[in-house]
């Protein structure tokens, strides 16, 4: 059997087992060994359950045996639940009977130091073809199909509510929290699992398995790291090409992602930012709260999407409707006053009555708190070419009647053909309830009302990951490019796939200095030439706007300054022409354990002061199409600095969409060959005449 088969079947078996085995089970449901059995036979699972304890005979109803060598059968899936120091023992013994898979919740392995590192190899070892999940699990939840194999407290519920929408957490205690929370909301789930440790199956294995289940509509990710990048991007791939969509949170947004490194790029590039690159090409929507973890596939497993920006927001309570209206607002939707024919409808609803209904949020008053008028006003809105999208707000009154806008939703609009979403504006967590289990998403946040339209905005997600990348023929590169390559190398690089220099000449002397700033022309630009000293502002080893009569004394004195600052003895130097007008840029190479991705910004030696920045992660080959180029452009706070703001002169836009897309080649050419690369800066000149790199820093392996 090949590994990708045990894994499929592995998974499988977890997900739809005909036998159960529970080694270390207990009769004791106050302990959490007693939980597993106590949860299969309370949410419905039919198969057969085996306890596996030496000390005792039975366990309620259940015969139990002292070994797993003594059960009657080959159970599907062995969950373990003894302590670590049994746990291998337990694994070995499964693995013999033919088992297809474990889990295994005991801790004290690979997150317990040394000891539990090598405690969890020897699990590894002792499972053969069988598939592990976790250790330091809760387990897996099928709602589904009645397959609770896990002990999460969670599960003391009295019924588990089936769905569209899936979990995987690399938390246990996260997977109870979103469980128990998700009953509370009524969104319904599908399948849920805790992968924990992942010494076998990761979190990658199952997001490959749930593109393919039909019972899974969105995928919700709880993501502390991504340990097989290129496995997960595959998984991903797969799920956006059956037509899912998933919703991630990673943590770690604090952590102070910029690494050590001879560029500005990897300061001004943290992991947490090449995190919300990857998500973006591979189309995986970020979550940034907690909450939005659940909300988000709530509103995407019951709504279609937002044919575009415009929403329409039905009240009965002014104060609501405008901090509606605010939220969604400041991320970008607009809220237009109904046109003449819905305004004449929305009226004709209302007779008689001395409401205003032209303007939005349409407020009804309580007048139009009745089912009758909020069916047909829903009907009148959808069918407007006025909103692509509706909030419906549930005021006080509504907690008296909390399924009056659920059934108005669906007495108007069974087929859900138009985005509608409700913010319970009183605490009424039943009343917000009933509404999710209707298929009308109820927020009690205005701020998560904005985040989950955001999410219903179509995209051009197939994104990222599909998109036809770039390609060029291969370009031959000197053995001589090795280590940390000089200013002069670096750009010499960079002009072998495209992207021109400044004009420059490399000298070592005072005379020799002279006679390159006089064949340069004008004031010209001094720097050290230095494969070490990277930074060379910071250690005076650039001067600007040299006169020419000055710059042999210039590099003299630059000489004993450098010395001075780091000990280092210069001999060689660069003059180069001053470039006059254009816009500094810095474009580089962020490597991270993900992958790479490319860095645009605005440049100069203030490029981490100012940190306007964008990154895009890069396809494992090829490079960045123009489009994507153009794109990062427009990203950026200060674009409009490139495109003729306050009357400045145009730069040429296109020329630094080529320069961003041959850098992209250059990386995707040299692969693990480079280690780093970053021009510092690019500048972009006026409209027609092109880019040029006046600094470059280059790192390649040895």
């Known amino acids: 059997m090949t590994e990708s ?6 998974i499988a078996a977890l997900f739809n087992p005909r036998t159960v085995a529970i080694i270390g089970a207990s009769s004791d449901t106050g302990k959490t060994s007693g939980l597993p059995i106590q949860f299969l036979r309370k949410h419905g699972f039919e198969g057969a359950i085996y306890p596996v304890n030496p000390r005792v005979t039975s366990i309620g109803d259940l015969p139990c045996f002292p070994s797993v060598s003594a059960l009657p059968e080959a159970p599907d899936v062995g969950m373990i639940l003894v302590g670590a120091e049994r746990t291998v023992q337990a694994v070995r013994d499964l693995a013999a009977r033919g088992t297809k898979a474990a889990i295994v919740l005991a801790s004290g392995f690979a997150e317990a130091g040394e000891a539990g590192r ?7 070892a002792a499972a053969g073809a069988m598939r592990l999940l976790g250790p330091n699990t809760i387990g897996l939840v099928n709602v589904t199909d009645h397959i609770t ?3 999460s407290g969670a599960l003391a519920a009295d019924a588990l509510l ?10 246990g205690g996260i997977l109870g929290s979103l469980l128990s929370r998700a009953a ?16 076998d199956l990761d979190i990658s294995d199952f997001l490959a398995y749930l593109a393919d289940d039909p019972e899974t509509q969105v995928i919700a990710l709880y993501i502390e790291s991504i340990r097989h990048p290129k496995k997960f991007q595959q998984a991903a791939m797969r799920v956006r090409a059956r037509g899912k969509q998933m919703v991630a949170l990673k943590i770690g947004r604090s952590e102070a992602g910029a690494r050590a490194a001879v560029s500005h790029t990897g300061a001004m590039a943290g992991s947490d930012a090449v995190y919300d690159a990857f998500f973006e090409r591979y189309g995986i929507i970020r979550a940034q709260s907690f909450s939005d973890l659940l909300d988000i596939p709530a509103t995407l497993s019951t709504q279609p999407p937002l044919g575009g920006g415009r929403i329409a927001i039905l009240t009965s309570t002014g104060g609501a409707g405008t901090l509606i209206a605010d939220a969604i607002g400041t991320v970008g939707f607009e809220t237009p006053d109904p046109n003449e024919i819905t305004r004449a409808n929305l009226r004709a609803l209302l007779p008689n009555m001395d409401i205003a209904l032209d303007t939005n949020p349409i407020d009804v008053t309580l007048a139009g ?3 009758d008028v909020l069916t047909e006003a829903i009907r009148v809105l959808a069918a407007s070419k006025s909103y692509d999208g509706l909030v419906v707000i549930v005021g006080s009154s509504g907690v008296a009647q909390p399924d009056l806008v659920a059934n108005a939703v669906s007495a108007a609009l069974p087929e859900r053909t138009f985005p509608i979403l409700a913010y319970v504006s009183p605490h009424s967590p039943d009343a917000a309830s009933r509404l999710t289990k209707l298929g009308v998403p109820a927020f009690t946040e205005p701020e998560s009302i904005a985040r989950a339209l955001s999410a219903l905005l179509p995209t051009d997600i197939v994104s990222g990951a599909a998109k036809t990348v770039q390609s060029a023929k291969a370009i031959a590169i000197p053995d001589v490019f090795a280590g940390s390559l000089d200013e002069a190398e670096a750009k010499s690089l960079f002009a072998q796939f495209g992207i021109p220099g400044v004009r420059e000449l490399i000298v070592s002397t005072p005379n020799e200095a002279e006679k390159a700033a006089k064949a340069i022309g004008g004031d010209v630009v001094l720097k050290i030439l230095s494969k070490t000293i990277t930074h060379k502002s910071d250690v005076g080893g650039v001067a600007i706007s040299v006169p020419r009569n000055q710059i042999g004394s210039r590099l003299e004195q630059m000489k004993r300054d450098v010395a001075d600052a780091t000990g280092a003895k210069i001999k060689r130097f660069l003059v180069q022409q001053r470039i006059g007008g254009g816009v500094e840029m810095i474009l580089g190479l962020r490597r991270d354990p993900l992958g790479s991705a490319l860095l645009l910004g605005m440049g100069g030696i203030t490029a981490e002061l100012i940190n306007d920045s964008t990154l895009r992660f890069l396809p494992p080959t090829g490079g960045l199409s123009l489009d994507e180029a153009r794109a990062m452009i427009g990203e950026l706070k200060t674009a409009p600095l490139l495109s003729g703001y306050r009357k400045r002169p145009k730069a040429d836009v296109e020329a630094l969409a080529n320069a961003i897309v041959a850098f992209s080649l250059m990386v995707g050419q040299l692969g693990s060959r480079l280690l780093e690369a970053e021009i510092n800066p690019l500048f972009v000149m006026g409209e027609g ?3 040029r790199a006046a600094d470059g820093v280059v790192v390649m392996t040895s």
């Open 184 to 199: 509370a909301k009524g969104l319904g789930l599908s399948k849920l699992v805790s992968t924990s440790n992942e010494a």
């Open 689 to 691: 005449q092109g880019v």
């Open 149 to 151: 194999l896990s002990a």
């Open 118 to 124: 090598q405690r969890q190899a020897e699990l590894v």
């Open 162 to 171: 089936p769905g569209k929408v899936s979990v995987l957490s690399q938390s």
């Open 369 to 371: 708190l009745r089912n």
């Open 5 to 10: 088969i045990a894994r499929a079947t592995g």
